[in-house]
């Protein structure tokens, strides 16, 4: 795919230099083959987009390189520490890891659509009485925005309930921001599938067990 985009890019007449050529043709390349794969509520987030392309990627550009710059200095760190033989992969950062990165962090820029009680019962039909009963019990990921106000991922919804599997996956993961960012990133654990996807298609076993050894 990455390169039927270069040959498009060459017979529009792009002009760029060979290595951003290539660059640009891997990045378009992954973007296509990979949106297809995404939850339907973050398709559509996409989608409803309308202008701003440039200066999106700008500050998705940005952020790259941000995070690649660090990625090189910790692990010129890290060899620096501990030699190694040729190419040493990194290792993941542990999910605990993340919990004070999470806290201060906006929702909206990482947890996909949200929504609070209000809309939820207009729109879900779900009345604020079952939905507080849920999160009483553990049953809902409800993630705290600003004071005392929750509000809740729509990804996590089946036919008005919460998906199968997420009160195990709360159990095990008692940090709600920390079990809602593993359940919407690829687990390598589960062959790099979407953990909440998993349990939206009923298949919950093998997801509560990667939970249960990350706790």
Same mark, same amino acid.
């Given at each position: 795919?990455?390169?039927?985009?270069?040959?498009?890019?060459?017979?529009?007449?792009?002009?760029?230099?060979?290595?951003?050529?290539?660059?640009?043709?891997?990045?378009?390349?992954?973007?296509?083959?990979?949106?297809?794969?995404?939850?339907?509520?973050?398709?559509?987030?996409? %989608?409803?987009?309308?202008?701003?392309?440039?200066?999106?990627?700008?500050?998705?550009?940005?952020?790259?390189?941000?995070?690649?710059?660090?990625?090189?200095?910790?692990?010129?760190?890290?060899?620096?520490?501990?030699?190694?033989?040729?190419?040493?992969?990194?290792?993941?950062?542990?999910?605990?890891?993340?919990?004070? /990165?999470?806290?201060?962090?906006?929702?909206?820029?990482?947890?996909?659509?949200?929504?609070?009680? %209000?809309?939820?019962?207009?729109?879900?039909?779900?009345?604020?009485?079952?939905?507080?009963?849920?999160?009483?019990?553990?049953?809902?990921?409800?993630?705290?925005?600003?004071?005392?106000?929750?509000?809740?991922?729509?990804?996590?919804?089946?036919?008005?309930?919460?998906?199968?599997?997420?009160?195990?996956?709360?159990?095990?993961?008692?940090?709600?921001?920390?079990?809602?960012?593993?359940?919407?990133?690829?687990?390598?654990?589960?062959?790099?599938?979407?953990?909440? /996807?998993?349990?939206?298609?009923?298949?919950?076993?093998?997801?509560?067990?990667?939970?249960?050894?990350?706790?």
């Amino acid at each position: 795919m990455a390169e039927a985009v270069q040959q498009a890019l060459m017979q529009h007449g792009v002009l760029l230099d060979a290595e951003a050529l290539v660059c640009a043709s891997a990045i378009a390349g992954s973007v296509a083959a990979a949106l297809p794969f995404l939850p339907q509520v973050q398709r559509l987030a996409i %989608t409803s987009l309308k202008g701003g392309w440039t200066e999106l990627m700008s500050e998705l550009f940005r952020a790259m390189a941000e995070r690649i710059a660090a990625a090189d200095q910790a692990g010129a760190e890290s060899a620096d520490e501990s030699p190694t033989i040729g190419f040493a992969k990194p290792a993941a950062r542990p999910l605990a890891g993340r919990a004070s /990165e999470l806290q201060s962090m906006l929702i909206e820029d990482w947890a996909g659509e949200v929504a609070g009680s %209000t809309y939820l019962e207009e729109k879900f039909r779900i009345p604020r009485s079952t939905l507080h009963r849920w999160q009483r019990r553990g049953e809902v990921v409800a993630l705290r925005k600003g004071g005392r106000k929750h509000v809740f991922p729509l990804a996590q919804f089946v036919d008005g309930r919460p998906a199968p599997g997420i009160s195990e996956v709360l159990a095990a993961i008692t940090h709600p921001r920390l079990a809602w960012f593993w359940l919407t990133r690829p687990s390598a654990e589960l062959g790099g599938r979407i953990p909440i /996807e998993m349990l939206r298609e009923d298949m919950i076993e093998d997801v509560v067990r990667v939970a249960r050894s990350l706790s």
